[in-house]
């Protein structure tokens, strides 16, 4: 059974663009969930996404911003890029409802 | 707020030793307490996890138990192997929603 899997691996972008970033959810999952991992500062939450809508967000600016497609992928967009943008960007998948996340390796954006 | 405390922030231990993290959280609904492991890049993998309404669950050398009055639960970990080196993340479930909060992480480092 194939993971869940996220693309691109890395990413560099200038400050003031824009980034997409992109993941595939395990067969079945509907649930998405996108997480910022910032160097020490664990993981923070940012997106849910659920049978195509969004369920839930957490404490980050309106230029964070994503979507989920029919086939249950999503996509998180990151516009006007600051330098603090840098870091670790994960996706995890569930099915609908139920807590058992599955990460994906993560895409890491790095911001100059 | 939502807010989930771990400590140490490091733990060094010798092979063979028993590792211990602990976790507390701040909302009293929460009901489900999962424990990750990541390794150096690659994403978070859930090692275990234990809902509210048990107080101890064990998989082979490593074991959780919960404290809902003291609002706290630990990661234990025994015979400790140099292959357990990882970063641990403890996280908790928020507001009914089935968001995880996490931890900062620790650092488990196991000498030979």
């Known amino acids: 059974e194939a993971g869940v899997t996220q693309s691109p691996t890395h990413l560099i972008k200038t400050r003031g663009q824009q980034a997409t970033l992109r993941c595939s959810p395990i067969s079945g999952h509907t649930s998405v969930y996108w997480y910022q991992q910032a160097l020490g500062l664990g993981l923070q939450f940012l997106l849910w996404?659920?049978?195509?809508?969004?369920?839930n967000r957490g404490n980050f600016p309106p230029r964070f911003s994503g979507r989920q497609f029919p086939n249950y992928s999503s996509e998180l967009n990151v516009n006007a890029l600051e330098l603090e943008d840098s870091a670790l960007y994960l996706c995890?998948?569930?099915?609908?409802?139920?807590?058992?996340?599955?990460f994906g390796s993560g895409t890491r954006l790095t911001v100059v | 707020g939502e807010n989930v405390e771990q400590h140490p922030s490091t733990l060094s231990v010798q092979e063979g030793d028993s590792a211990v993290i602990k976790c507390t959280y701040s909302d009293s609904a929460s009901n489900y307490f999962p424990w990750y492991k990541q390794e150096l890049g690659k994403g978070p993998q859930l090692i275990i996890d234990i809902r509210s309404n048990v107080g101890e669950k064990k998989d082979q050398r490593i074991a959780v138990t919960l404290n809902k009055t003291a609002k706290h639960f630990s990661l234990h970990i025994t015979e400790t192997q140099p292959e357990d080196s990882a970063v641990y993340f403890c996280a908790a479930t928020f507001g009914g929603y089935s968001t995880l909060t996490f931890g900062k992480g620790t650092m488990l480092l196991v000498s030979p």
């Open positions: 996404y659920d049978e195509g809508e969004e369920r």
């Open positions: 995890a998948s569930s099915l609908s409802g139920n807590y058992g996340y599955t």
